[in-house]
């Protein structure tokens, strides 16, 4: 045997004695969220500026370790984006690409348009006027052309078109809608696949489960196959409450969603433990209620009976994604801690709430392990 092979040798046999080693140390329960998910769908987590900047470092080697996809929470929105006409801010955007890209995890831009977020001189002229159909086509043009443009083979899929259909299925009065009439959610998804034909095409909503929201967004996606719009997949943002949706509802739309041919996703999921001031959990980020102490029960946390309930309505959300994961695509989990979840001053202010898988520390809450249970060993399930 000559020196090499004694060489190589060595280093196999040191290398199987490790894996085994490694093997043996790590239970099942301690793979981690995208092993687990790994042959099912991707997971994913909305990235906030300190992520994205560094400043959280810990929170990003969270990220590293759990996620596999990532999308930004704020920094591709059109008024971080594109603050003043024709002055383009990709400092954030470019960071969070790159992030994602040395990371090798699918990146998902947010969002080309939306009717919030959004910096005024969209809709209006040098006068202060509202613009004209063309003029605004012409602006929804030259945004996504240069966004998507910019980051074409990188950023994987876009939002396309967020938030156009009300809770009873009609167009939503937006600026976009009013102008330029239901067409402008035509226009974008062709301005997005010209720009970029290979990126996967959204369209992203709240409050999917509604009866009446579910069947207009159908309508609708209906109406872009049938002209030959490319669209891949439909978002569900799913802002989710403990008693509202119900699995059922929310099951019948990821059914009716993946017949009409394209894929489902659920984009922004938390699950708040909080009170709601109203029925339907939902997300519409205009909507604000005043505060009120009985509001905020859980500021020094949460009882153990509170927790049981919530890890049981995460089990069930899961065990239904888990179930149509032929039909889901992407789960992504709307920010890494409970201290970055928006749902603390939504929709009241100054409220504390628990609403993701990973606590203020960082630290993965049991329900973690217990998803990756549902993978790893279904029948204890
Ligand atoms: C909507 C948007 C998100 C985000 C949330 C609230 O769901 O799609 O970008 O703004 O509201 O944080």
Known sequence: MNIQRIVLSISFV???????????????SQISLKTAF???????????????????????SVIIGNFNSIVAENCMKSEMIQPVEGKFDFSLADQF????????????????????QVPKWFFTDDKGLEVSREVLIERIHKHISTLVGRYKGRVKGWDVVN???NDDGSY?????????????????????????????LYYNDYNMALG????????????????????????MQSHIGLYSPTVGEFEKSILAFSSLGVKVMMTELDLSVLPSPWENTGANVSDRVAYQEKMNPYKNGVSVEKIAEWEKVYSDYFKLFIKHQDKISRVT???????????????????????????????????VAKIIKMITTPSEM
């Open 14 to 28: 040191c290398l199987f004695t490790f894996c085994a080693a490694q093997c043996k140390l790590q239970p099942e």
């Open 38 to 60: 790994e042959n099912k769908f991707l997971i994913g987590v909305a990235m906030n500026a300190n992520q994205i900047t560094g400043l959280d470092s810990i929170g990003d």
């Open 97 to 116: 690409v790159k992030f994602g890209e040395s990371h090798k995890m699918f990146i998902v831009g947010h969002t080309l348009v939306w009717h919030s």
């Open 163 to 165: 938030e156009a259909i």
């Open 172 to 200: 939503r009065a937006s600026p976009f809608y009013r102008i330029i009439g239901k067409d402008f959610i035509k226009l974008a998804f062709q301005f997005a696949h010209e720009a970029d034909p290979d990126a996967q």
């Open 212 to 235: 009446g929201k579910r069947e207009g967004v159908i309508k609708m996606v209906e109406e872009l196959k049938r002209e030959g719009i490319r669209i891949d997949a439909i978002g």
């Open 333 to 367: 989990l709307w920010g890494l801690t409970d201290a970055d979840s928006w749902k603390n001053d939504w929709p009241i202010r100054g409220r504390t709430d628990y609403p993701l898988l990973f606590d203020r520390n960082h630290k993965a809450k049991p329900i």
